[in-house]
């Protein structure tokens, strides 16, 4: 196992600098992160690294943060990538508990897709899955399969080009035969210019079963300064849909 208190592990192109961060490759049967950062950026000239973690062929591996832990990449203000930079995330069970996995870009270049394969439970609790730009890029698409089932509590799923960002918030793609969402929100949306990402929910076996309530919202927008040439759709493939007390919604102000 690889256990993470209080600490960091992190490739970065520091400001000034010219060259690549290169991928942070972790491979474990079980990674636990308390207030810890894996993170790879760039503040210079040159792409920021990928993350991968595996689970060593291991069929039990378990993905665990808690306290304000995050994985994350991201091309910072003065950041220049030509590539994105992934997260991906093998796993049997992720499980996060107040903290973030995010890619993002406020410079030039395009944040990264975030993949989590072939998981059974995904257990978000105020918790965050983001990808974003506020810079001249578009975000990566968000791609979560959960073989057993996806739960979000008190939790936000996002996509969103940010007020000043050029570019597109992409696809927000979610793989489960049962999704739950207890105050919590699913969305993609554009505040600057170009365009939101569609959400598609779709169960994986012959029985799927979507749960939205306590407040609870799947949505896409077009906010109040947001310019964009095409629609972001949102479609749920589910025999059985439960909702209360919550909204999905598709709009442009």
């Known amino acids: 196992k690889i256990n993470l208190t209080n600490s960091q592990i992190t490739s970065s192109v520091e400001t000034g600098g010219i060259g690549n961060s290169l991928t942070v490759n972790l491979s474990t049967p079980q990674l636990s992160l308390d207030n810890s950062q894996v993170n790879a950026f ?10 991968n973690i595996s689970d060593s062929g291991n069929n039990n591996q378990l993905v665990s943060l808690t306290n304000k832990s995050q994985i994350s990449t991201e091309i910072r203000s003065q950041g220049d990538a030509s590539q994105p930079s992934n997260i991906t995330i093998k796993t049997n069970e992720l499980n996060s508990n107040d903290s973030t996995i995010t890619t993002s870009t406020s410079g030039k270049g395009d944040a990264g897709n975030i993949t989590i394969l072939e998981t059974k439970e995904i257990n978000l609790t105020n918790s965050e899955i983001s990808a974003s730009t506020s810079g001249e890029g578009d ?6 399969s959960g073989k057993e ?34 105050n919590s929100q699913i969305n993609a949306f554009t505040d600057g210019k170009g ?13 799927k079963l979507v749960t939205i309530t306590n407040n609870s919202s ?7 300064q947001g310019e964009a040439t095409q629609p972001a759709n949102i479609t749920i493939n589910a025999d059985t849909l439960i909702f209360d007390n919550s909204q999905i919604t598709a709009s442009t102000s």
Do not use: H
């Open 218 to 224: 799947i949505s896409t927008e077009i906010r109040s």
């Open 195 to 207: 365009n939101a990402g569609s959400i598609t929910i779709q169960g994986n076996s012959n029985s």
């Open 42 to 51: 760039t503040d210079g000239k040159g792409n920021a690294g990928s993350i």
């Open 139 to 144: 975000t990566g698409e968000i791609n979560l």
């Open 149 to 182: 089932k996806i739960n979000l509590t008190g939790s936000q799923i996002t996509s969103s080009v940010e007020t000043g960002g050029v570019g597109n918030s992409l696809t927000v793609n979610l793989s489960t035969p049962q999704l739950s969402l207890d």
